[in-house]
């Protein structure tokens, strides 16, 4: 009985702290893992979920500047409506080697919001948030 609360135990940390960095390589993978870092609050996270264009990483710095607008604009409009409650993410539309993922966002004050989450398939081949740059 030990091992099995022992085993539960791990299971659930390294549930926890693998957050929102899990990044399956699909569209809704990827609209996934950036809607729990939002719920989470893990903004470093989402950026780490960005394509940009020409760039293979982004420079402390860089991070830090879109960590920063990501948590003012995206975190004060959360606040405001007592965070997210719950999403649901829909089936994608694909364009070659782009895709709009469908989200219902319901926040704690009760309102909703049908969005759209855009992802880009990268020279590599895995799936990112389209930063537009």
Do not use: R
Not at 63 to 89: H, N, P, R, T
Not at 112 to 127: M, Q, S, Y
């Amino acid at each position: 009985m030990k091992k099995l609360l022992s085993f539960a135990a791990v299971g659930l940390l390294m549930l926890v702290l693998s957050g929102c960095m899990g990044n399956p390589n699909t569209p809704e993978g990827v609209a996934t893992s950036a809607m729990e870092c939002l719920v989470k609050k893990d903004y470093a996270g989402y950026v780490d979920l960005m394509y940009f264009k020409g760039k293979e990483e982004l420079s402390k710095d860089e991070k830090a500047q879109f960590v920063s607008i990501l948590e003012e604009k995206a975190g004060k409009d959360m606040e405001q409506k007592g965070g997210i409650k719950e999403f649901k993410i829909g089936v994608p539309k694909l364009d070659g080697d782009k895709a709009d993922v469908p989200v219902d966002i319901t926040y704690g004050d009760g309102s909703t919001k049908n969005d759209n989450i855009a992802v880009i398939k990268t020279p590599d081949g895995d799936w990112k948030l389209n930063s537009g740059k």
